[in-house]
């Protein structure tokens, strides 16, 4: 008898396993893990049904041409050399940009101060309720407010008209003005959710360094640039990138606001513009096209943003 | 352990189920079945206006009254902008209705696509209440390939001239567009010369939708020609056409013709219309709603399209099809149904009292002349005269409104006639090639 083998009758007799011999799981433990399964099934179902096989279908169709009814026939890359010389896209992918560009640091900027300002009030709440609605409130419903604010009769043309003595401005058919109505609505939806969120990140702030700073004769300013925005950096991190990768994917706001991205295709978006086209025009191997297109600027972003952040984000020692 | 490994599979099922369920019931709808008592169900989709919509439910009330043995079920669609694109998610799909409306715009896909019911055969069956020739033919347009019929129009809206004698009198125009028609004297010459008129008066001239009807309908009516009878566009090889369409953007550029689509959000063409701020708006009969709501029809009258010599020429008519689904399960039933509706009662009953468009059959034009306006019978010639879009434009999903947008560069100045008409000839070959 070797003496693993004594090993292993020892431990037959007395219920402990062996050394490296593998152990048993516990009952208890199978049954939470099968638990854990049901509970989650019903998000895993969910997600390979509506966003999994949707990925995988997009990605096939992309080489393909199909209408949506007829056979498929493989064209290769035609699809992405059509996207990519394809003007329309162009123009959506600059309008997106820029909304990108205007709304991200404007809205965060915005929010930061906002935070910074209900950070001490005691009515916090009932503020934070009031720049939280947009968030819960139905896209559409916030387009179509915003539609009727927009009209040339409506309270913000009248008093620009009134202020300024000018005509009064028709911000959803002008072309110069419709992008610029588009990034008002995002920013003023989004607000909300990124005060929460730095308001959160303020209050995480370790109270002792604001203390040592205060001691060292920090004013309120200097608190502010030199220790609290820093300290804030990580979450100002996460929510650009939210931000960003969410003004890329900017539809229902379009959709609703003006008609067929109008005028002139002013406010032709990305996700509208593979709408369009799958829908639209039914070339829905062209629209699968230019979304995977889309998802490798989205990730080209995301990774810019994270080469930023060892230059510009900073964490608490003892927090990371 | 037993009991507990029970619940696990249970929970599980029914989760599964659920959110599959969930998942899958919002893509539930489609065509109707057999019932077990004998009954059929028809179901069939349409978009329009809460009160074209009562009327649909009206005719299905009564259509069910007549054939008991037939359920009929609307799925309305309310912005015809979303319709399109949802009945090709339930064609692709399999849970399209048995019957449907497709836009004269989108129907040359569907046809291409072999989703639709051939429809001859069924037509001239006994049980027909629409036999093919009963139709007035120059709305047909791209709804029959290969001598098959696949749809067949609805009813019909002559893009007709509504003008405003309110309007007119304001700028010192004594004569009537109407009487002038009536008597040949209907010129482009007469109708610019009233624009201008409008013009120096501080109103708007004439309004006009932008589409194909629009561009199409002045060339046609200035006696060019925008496509040739092989389906080739020619218009910009066609020096009337490029000379009409010279003429028209210099109206539009000097603001003296105005594109509805793009006047300011809460002052749009309807407001404009009804408040006497414009002399000519060119749309539809449906324009009796308008002009009614506003509360002095009287003031209203319509008019056909100016000609160089006053003679009545083909203008465009706007339709919507019905077709059959060719995978409906209930075809007997949804052909009758289909046959009824587009049938002379059918069109009677959905079109009487002041409807929105005007008959596609013959025999039922007593509901466009109920005594408004004056000169209704003009919307009735000019059906039968004019002309649905072009086929080789209507069968690319998207090209119209392409084209549109080339025109409003037009109309803005951005483009002369001719550069217009050659970026149109451009994209209509372009996206036409091999079809």
Known sequence: MTGSSVGIADAAMTGVPAPGAPRAEAAWRRRDRRWGYVFVAPQMIGMGVFVLVPFIAALVLAFAQWDGLTPLSWVGFDNFKTELTDPLFGRALVNTMLIAVVTVPIGLGLAVIVAVALERLKTRTLYLAL????????????????????????????????AFHVPAPDWLADPHLALIAVCIVTIWSSLGLNVVIFLAGLQNISPSVIEAARI???????????????????VIFFSSIIAFISSLQTFDIVFVLVANAGPDNATRTIVYHIYDLGFGKTQFGVASAASILLLILTLVITAIQFGFQKRFVHYEEGAA | MLRSRK?????????AVTALSLGLGACSGGGGNGGSDGQQTVVWSTWGTPQELTRYK???????????????????VADYGDYHTKLLTELASGTAPDVFYIGDDQIGKFVNSNVLMPLNE?????????????????????????DKILAEPNDSNPDALWYDKVALKKAGITEDPATLASEGKWTTQKYLEMNDKLHAAGLTGSMFWNYWSTHWSWISSQGGKAFDDNGDFVANT??????????????????????????PSGAGADSVFVTHKAGFFIQGRYTIGTVKSAGDPQNYDVAPWPTPDGKAAPTGVA????????????????????????????????????????????????????????????????????????ATEAQVPGLSTDVSDIMLKLYQGKLTGQQALDQSAQLISSKTSGK
Do not use: C
């Open chain 2, 7 to 15: 619940v696990l599979t249970i929970a599980t099922t029914v989760t």
């Open chain 2, 122 to 146: 069924l037509m001239s069956s006994k049980d027909s209440k629409t036999k093919p020739d009963d139709f007035a033919q120059g709305l047909l347009g791209a709804a029959e390939k290969d």
């Open chain 1, 216 to 234: 060292d004769g920090a004013g309120a300013v200097a608190l502010f640039f030199r220790i609290r925005l820093p300290l804030l950096s990580p």
């Open chain 2, 238 to 263: 066609d020096p009337t056409s490029v000379a009409a369409m010279d003429t028209f953007g210099k109206y539009f550029q000097d603001k003296t013709f105005v594109v509805a689509d793009t006047l």
């Open chain 2, 58 to 76: 009206e005719f299905d009330a009564q259509f069910m009254k007549d054939h008991p043995n037939i359920k009929v079920v609307l799925q309305p």
């Open chain 1, 131 to 162: 720049f939280f609605a947009p968030v819960i409130t139905s896209s559409i419903a916030v387009a179509m407010i915003w539609q009727q604010l927009f009209r040339t009769d409506g309270i913000i043309s009248r008093t620009i008209a009134a």
């Open chain 2, 319 to 390: 339709v919507s099809y019905l077709a059959i689904n060719d995978k409906t399960k209930v075809k007997d039933a949804a052909f009758t149904f289909w046959t009824n509706f587009l049938s002379k009662d059918g069109q009677t009953f959905r079109l009487k009292g002041s409807g929105n468009a005007v008959p596609s059959i013959k025999g039922a034009d007593s509901v466009v002349l109920d005594g408004y306006p004056d000169h209704a019978q003009t919307l009735l010639d000019m059906r039968d005269l004019g002309f649905e879009d072009y």
